[in-house]
């Protein structure tokens, strides 16, 4: 995305542009498996999916990327990681990427910065706690500034689990 040229019109002929438009494709098959057993989608992975990928690897391939600057890192990067960006059509349970995973640790990311400032090992074991809770009651469904806010108006000791029951 971030090879992408800045004028529209420039995208017919945009290397980064077409490859764009081959993981859209792939993403797009995805989606119409999301409701599949894993076995079911593991076999769909396989029509429907992996054709989409080799093209795009057969397509990168004959690509003559060089030097140094957003498009050639992608091509790079994709050439060297082949293997393993394949490794969601070998099970059905395993995701197409681990976009799930990165947004679940970017909190902790942006706080660490954040912690620089805590003046106190306790301050920061509380900011370390909260972001747990916060980042507990997400993953469960609920809206974190709501539930936080309903345990704040109990009583101190009331238990009251950022979870839904």
């Known amino acids: 995305m971030e090879a992408l040229p800045k004028i529209k019109s420039a995208y017919s002929t945009s290397v980064a542009a077409k490859a764009v438009n081959f993981c859209d494709r792939i993403y797009h098959e995805e989606k119409q498996l999301e409701d599949l057993t894993a076995t079911e989608r593991y076999e ?25 600057g957003n498009l050639a890192d992608a091509v ?22 681990n976009n799930r995973a990165e947004n679940a640790i970017r909190p902790f990311a942006v706080g660490r910065k954040n912690w620089l400032f ?3 090992e306790r301050g920061a074991k509380c900011s370390a706690l909260i972001y747990s809770i916060v980042s507990t009651a997400q993953a469960n469904g609920l809206d974190a500034e709501k539930y936080l806010t309903e345990l704040f108006s109990k009583p101190p000791g009331t238990l009251l689990m950022p979870w839904k029951d």
């Open 76 to 97: 790079r990067y994709a050439r060297n990681e082949k293997k393993y960006l394949y490794t969601f059509l070998e099970d059905g349970n395993v995701p197409i990427d």
């Open 44 to 68: 769909q992975r396989l029509v429907k999916v992996k054709p989409l990928l080799d093209a795009l690897f057969s397509w990168l391939d004959e690509q003559n990327v060089s030097g140094k």
């Open 118 to 120: 805590n003046n106190t």
